[in-house]
């Protein structure tokens, strides 16, 4: 499978425990976008990568939220002291490109994180 | 800020007849407008996007058209097929503060038979 793959698909832990997921964009891919999907809601915006810079960083990223893509290929999202409230599926995604010039974003099959 | 709205947020329809899904922005600057496909726990995958320098855009059954001065676009599916029951996303690219895709809140679309 070429496309974005993102592990693990599930993941529950407690209220308070850090947690990483890992997103493999596709592989010429030079951007990567991470997105947070909760029930009835469309993919909210988290964070973007070209290589390895972080360009642009949501205010819905507080400081328990951290990325990196340090070899400019995949990425991880690490949640710190995780809350009930982020629970939610982890939605990466890649691009060929900036999306102002028409390149379509490919989505993963997401991680879904469930806080009890 | 950045927004999109998306009408309906349901829609029922029944098979052969055509959906329409509306959506606004509220960014004039914005520039590419993707529209996605999410089936019940699957990824949201891309059916059709338009630039801003279109009016109109067709992919067999599915169109997407774009009034810029109105700041809506909408998505078309007509001869629509059981298959096509699925959550729609319409998306704008902003380029104020932040370079983003903005999603609105879905439509979800059922087609009876």
């Known amino acids: 499978d070429t496309g974005v793959s993102q592990d693990p698909r599930h993941k529950i832990t407690k209220r308070g425990q850090n947690v990483t997921f890992r997103c493999d964009p596709i592989?010429?891919?030079?951007?990567l976008y991470w997105y947070r999907q909760t029930l009835g809601q469309g993919p909210e915006f988290l964070t973007y990568?070209?290589?390895?810079?972080?360009?642009?960083k949501s205010r819905l990223l507080s400081d328990r939220f951290s990325a990196e893509r340090p070899k400019g290929s995949f990425s991880t999202l690490e949640i710190q002291r995780t809350e009930q409230g982020d629970s939610a599926m982890y939605l990466c995604?890649?691009?060929?490109?900036?999306?102002?010039?028409?390149?379509?974003?490919?989505f993963g099959p997401g991680t879904r994180l469930t806080v009890l | 800020g950045e927004n999109v709205e998306q009408h309906p947020s349901t829609l029922s329809v029944q098979e052969g007849d055509s959906a329409v899904i509306k959506c606004t922005y509220s960014?004039?600057?914005?520039?590419?407008f993707p529209w996605y496909k999410q089936e019940l726990g699957k990824r949201p995958q891309l059916i059709i996007d338009?630039?801003?320098?279109?009016g109109e855009k067709k992919d067999q059954r599915i169109a997407v058209t774009l009034n810029k001065t109105a700041k809506h676009f909408s998505l078309h599916i007509t001869e629509t097929q059981p298959e096509d029951s699925a959550v729609y996303f319409c998306?704008?690219?902003?380029?104020?503060?932040?370079?983003?895709?903005?999603f609105g809140t879905g439509t979800r679309l059922q087609v009876t038979l």
């Open positions: 995604a890649s691009s060929l490109g900036s999306s102002g010039s028409g390149n379509e974003q490919f």
């Open positions: 592989s010429e891919h030079n951007r």
């Open positions: 990568f070209q290589n390895e810079a972080q360009l642009e």
């Open positions: 960014d004039s600057a914005s520039n590419y």
């Open positions: 338009i630039r801003s320098n279109v």
């Open positions: 998306a704008a690219w902003f380029t104020g503060t932040a370079s983003k895709l903005t």
